[in-house]
């Protein structure tokens, strides 16, 4: 997936009727489409979400209710939505209990998804729940000083806790690279504001940064 497809919305949907045995299919979907989308590090989570939210409509409408599962992408966020016909049972959370498929209530769903709720729509409701990747930072690259006062400027534009792992990932780097243009094209927009001349500005943080790397490069 090309950059600029990771910072628009792509989204599939499927309905479906709440049964038990639809439950293993819509996670092979679910699993499916991530992957093709290249965005592996959300699959385990974003499986058991579906599960959990599927079970509650299951467990709280009834089995054979139909329903609308949607999976949608934007930015490092990841959301997940399961619609049904009924707007009056909402989910609450419930005491985790031992289930190969789901069962756990609401309380999975909690400590796995960043944040979770509920939209009523008059003769529907949907549950939702969003999962968020952390900005990667590549090992051997923290830039230093420098580079720690941006992963922590990185990390408060996700909405995340600042990030710690070094682990290289296709999603991390891609996120990273995503938050940091919306920094830079936010500065830009204050600086013009402010009466500034955003390309001049442009220019002489380039200058900066090639000074710093022949300088990095002149003590190795």
Not at 85 to 101: F, G, I, K, M, V
Not at 175 to 187: F, K, S
Not at 192 to 220: C, K, M, N, P, V
Request: charged share 25%; hydrophobic share 45%; with cysteine.
């Amino acid at each position: 997936m090309e950059h600029v497809a990771y910072k628009s919305l792509t989204s599939w949907g499927l309905p479906f009727l709440a049964e038990p045995e639809e439950v293993s299919a819509l996670r092979s979907l679910v699993r499916t489409h991530l992957e093709a989308w290249g965005f592996q590090e959300f699959i385990d989570s974003a499986q058991l979400c579906v599960s959990e939210l599927v079970a509650n409509v299951i467990t709280h409408i009834g089995r054979g209710t139909p329903a609308h599962l949607a999976v949608l992408l934007n930015g490092t966020r990841l959301r997940i939505e399961v619609r049904d016909p009924d707007a009056r049972a909402l989910p609450t959370l419930l005491e985790s209990r031992d289930d190969a498929e789901g069962g756990r209530g609401m309380a999975l769903v909690d400590a796995l998804a960043d944040r979770w709720g509920v939209e009523l729509h008059g003769d529907c409701k949907v549950t939702w729940c969003e999962l968020v990747a952390v900005p990667a930072v590549p090992e051997g690259h923290t830039g230093g000083a420098r580079g720690a006062r941006a992963a922590k400027v990185l990390s408060f534009y996700g909405e995340s806790e600042p990030c710690t792992t070094s682990r290289r990932s296709r999603l991390g780097s891609m996120a990273a690279e995503a938050t940091a243009i919306d920094v830079i094209a936010d500065l830009l927009h204050w600086l013009q504001a402010h009466g500034h001349d955003a390309d001049d500005i442009l220019d002489r943080a380039q200058t900066r940064f090639e000074a710093g790397l022949d300088a990095a490069r002149a003590l190795r």
